[in-house]
């Protein structure tokens, strides 16, 4: 989920114009140059516009936007610490724009937004926050002086679902900065301004940006509304930015195999920018479907990634292809690795040295794969919950084998089977995990379904009481938003 925002605001750079507008065509092909990940051809554009439109500073946005997207999935501290301030110039041209103008307040907004995107990463958590209060404050004085004006709902809606989703514990620290947060709201603002864009011809160059944050926060915070760039009508194999939110949902709906066929069809080679995170990816989807090609993919992360995100997650899924082969020896040697490799604040990076410290077990770690892929029905068939003595003796393993029966359950529809099986999980109560979690999490929602709002708020309100374990903010905000929608 914190990969999720921090895109949001990375990408929300690309989504206007500035001082003189001038937004011509050769503006409209820098912004899909940089949805593209073009970026040989992005530096052409923007220095050949510079030269013929001086005053124009559009290309200063755009060139703020690349740096931010470039800063945070591709490059080290260092490299972010040498560019900075080429950022602090650039930010102050934009600055320059009239306060009348009311892209002012959104451009310097989604600025600072990108950066403090970039602070977060390597920990600098008082710039991150300083950004952060900045962004919320200017976007709400531009919604107040400007009510009307159509692109201050993309960021400002993004930063209410965010704030709107935070777990009370955190709600009440941003209380205290004056951040204010709903997530239907900020659902409505991002939803009317993606329909905005469409029907006002002078909004048509948001399109793109607009149904990308459309689509992303609705799967992000699984709602009902079924939202997807294929049904928006968006060319999914132009950018990788857009393959990789596509391949995620065709994940959430059992079509692996198309959303690996997405991954390794997406644009690359000496145009584009390099992004090794989409590797990872890559051979994640393809441990669950064709893990003889995983490898290739991880390794390949691996050589060229530049700082130390998703290392230790990459090490355990290496660790998996060689356990799957019956290679012991090579299995251990990567769960080594990922003991070793620094530590950072991704829930994968967490959750796989929790595995490696408590050892891996091969009968979970195949129904993992299978409930990745959608092969629902085996793991039901595998999973029989007179079976767990034979491959799990120890709490954690007993709680995600109930848990993985259940998910796969409630995938095949089967609610009333799922909702005891979730329930058994929950008998475990140590160690407290993801499993656990969203254990609790998925009956929350099952009663919701069935009506049952009394049970549905104690479970909502159960998950929320849990911290500390891995990708635990995005169970919360979940949690947080199933107690909203709760009459």
Same mark, same amino acid.
């Given at each position: 989920?914190?990969?999720?925002?921090?895109?949001?605001?990375?990408?929300?750079?690309?989504?206007?114009?500035?001082?003189?507008?001038?937004?011509?065509?050769?503006m @409209?092909?820098?912004?899909?140059?940089?949805?593209?990940?073009?970026?040989?051809?992005?530096?052409?554009?923007? $220095?050949? @516009?510079?030269?013929?439109?001086?005053?124009?500073?559009?290309?200063?946005?755009?060139?703020?936007?690349?740096?931010?997207i470039?800063?945070?999935?591709?490059?080290?501290?260092?490299? &972010?610490?040498?560019?900075?301030?080429?950022?602090?110039?650039?930010?102050?041209?934009?600055?320059?724009?009239?306060?009348?103008?009311?892209?002012?307040?959104?451009?310097?907004?989604?600025?600072?937004?990108?950066?403090?995107?970039?602070?977060?990463?390597?920990?600098?958590?008082?710039?991150?926050?300083?950004?952060?209060?900045r962004?919320?404050?200017?976007?709400?004085?531009?919604?107040? @002086?400007?009510?009307?004006?159509?692109?201050?709902?993309?960021p400002?809606?993004?930063?209410?679902?965010?704030?709107?989703s935070?777990?009370?514990?955190?709600k009440?620290?941003?209380?205290?900065?004056?951040?204010?947060?709903?997530?239907?709201?900020?659902?409505?603002?991002?939803?009317?301004?993606?329909?905005?864009?469409?029907?006002?011809?002078?909004?048509?160059?948001?399109?793109? &940006?607009?149904?990308?944050?459309?689509?992303?926060?609705?799967?992000?915070?699984?709602?009902?509304?079924?939202?997807?760039?294929?049904?928006?009508?968006?060319?999914?194999?132009?950018?990788?930015?857009?393959?990789?939110?596509?391949?995620?949902?065709?994940?959430?709906?059992?079509?692996?195999?198309?959303?690996?066929?997405?991954?390794?069809?997406?644009?690359?080679?000496?145009?584009?920018?390099?992004?090794?995170?989409?590797?990872?990816?890559?051979?994640?989807?393809a441990?669950?479907?064709?893990?003889?090609?995983?490898?290739?993919?991880?390794h390949?992360?691996?050589?060229?990634?530049?700082?130390?995100?998703?290392?230790?997650?990459a090490?355990?899924?290496?660790?998996w292809?060689?356990?799957l $082969?019956?290679?012991?020896?090579?299995?251990?040697?990567?769960?080594?690795?990922?003991?070793?490799?620094?530590?950072?604040?991704?829930?994968?990076?967490?959750?796989?040295?929790?595995?490696?410290?408590?050892?891996?077990?091969?009968?979970?770690?195949?129904?993992?794969?299978?409930?990745?892929?959608? #092969?629902y029905?085996?793991?039901?068939?595998?999973?029989?919950?007179?079976?767990?003595?034979?491959?799990?003796?120890?709490?954690?393993?007993?709680?995600?084998?109930? &848990?993985? #029966?259940?998910?796969?359950?409630?995938?095949?529809?089967?609610?009333?089977?799922?909702?005891?099986?979730?329930?058994?999980?929950?008998?475990?109560?140590?160690?407290?995990?993801?499993?656990?979690?969203?254990?609790?999490?998925?009956?929350?929602?099952?009663?919701?379904?069935?009506?049952?709002?009394?049970?549905?708020?104690?479970?909502?309100?159960?998950?929320?009481?849990? @911290?500390? &374990?891995?990708?635990?903010?995005?169970?919360?905000?979940?949690?947080?938003?199933?107690?909203?929608?709760?009459?």
């Amino acid at each position: 989920m914190r990969h999720f925002y921090l895109l949001i605001f990375s990408l929300a750079l690309f989504s206007g114009t500035a001082q003189k507008v001038e937004f011509n065509k050769a503006m @409209e092909d820098g912004i899909k140059a940089i949805a593209e990940l073009r970026y040989s051809d992005l530096h052409q554009i923007l $220095n050949r @516009e510079r030269k013929a439109n001086p005053t124009n500073r559009v290309p200063d946005y755009l060139e703020a936007a690349a740096l931010c997207i470039r800063g945070f999935f591709v490059e080290n501290e260092d490299w &972010y610490s040498e560019n900075e301030s080429r950022l602090e110039k650039l930010f102050a041209r934009v600055e320059d724009l009239p306060d009348q103008e009311p892209y002012k307040r959104v451009f310097l907004a989604e600025m600072a937004l990108g950066r403090s995107g970039i602070h977060g990463k390597y920990k600098n958590n008082i710039k991150a926050a300083w950004g952060f209060y900045r962004a919320y404050n200017l976007l709400d004085d531009n919604l107040r @002086e400007f009510p009307d004006f159509i692109p201050t709902l993309i960021p400002f809606g993004v930063l209410q679902t965010a704030v709107g989703s935070l777990p009370s514990d955190y709600k009440s620290v941003a209380s205290l900065f004056g951040f204010k947060g709903n997530i239907e709201e900020g659902l409505k603002m991002i939803r009317k301004a993606y329909y905005y864009s469409l029907a006002d011809p002078k909004l048509k160059f948001h399109r793109d &940006y607009f149904g990308f944050v459309y689509a992303y926060v609705n799967y992000e915070l699984e709602t009902e509304e079924q939202v997807s760039l294929y049904t928006l009508g968006m060319e999914v194999g132009a950018s990788s930015f857009f393959t990789y939110l596509e391949a995620q949902q065709k994940l959430r709906s059992g079509e692996a195999a198309e959303a690996l066929k997405l991954l390794q069809n997406r644009p690359r080679g000496s145009a584009y920018l390099e992004v090794p995170f989409f590797e990872y990816y890559t051979g994640k989807v393809a441990l669950m479907i064709k893990p003889e090609q995983a490898y290739k993919h991880l390794h390949l992360f691996l050589e060229t990634a530049k700082d130390h995100e998703h290392r230790k997650s990459a090490y355990r899924y290496l660790a998996w292809y060689h356990l799957l $082969n019956g290679q012991k020896t090579e299995a251990e040697a990567y769960r080594q690795k990922i003991m070793q490799e620094a530590e950072t604040l991704t829930g994968s990076d967490k959750q796989a040295l929790d595995e490696a410290l408590r050892g891996f077990n091969l009968h979970l770690i195949k129904a993992r794969l299978d409930f990745d892929a959608g #092969r629902y029905a085996r793991i039901v068939e595998n999973l029989k919950p007179e079976g767990v003595e034979d491959c799990c003796r120890k709490n954690w393993e007993r709680q995600e084998y109930h &848990y993985r #029966r259940a998910r796969a359950l409630q995938e095949l529809g089967l609610i009333d089977q799922a909702i005891p099986a979730f329930l058994k999980a929950m008998e475990y109560k140590e160690p407290v995990s993801f499993s656990l979690a969203n254990s609790i999490l998925q009956v929350a929602i099952l009663f919701e379904h069935k009506g049952n709002w009394s049970q549905s708020k104690r479970y909502f309100k159960e998950a929320l009481a849990l @911290e500390g &374990y891995p990708f635990h903010e995005g169970v919360q905000q979940k949690a947080k938003a199933g107690l909203e929608r709760l009459p």
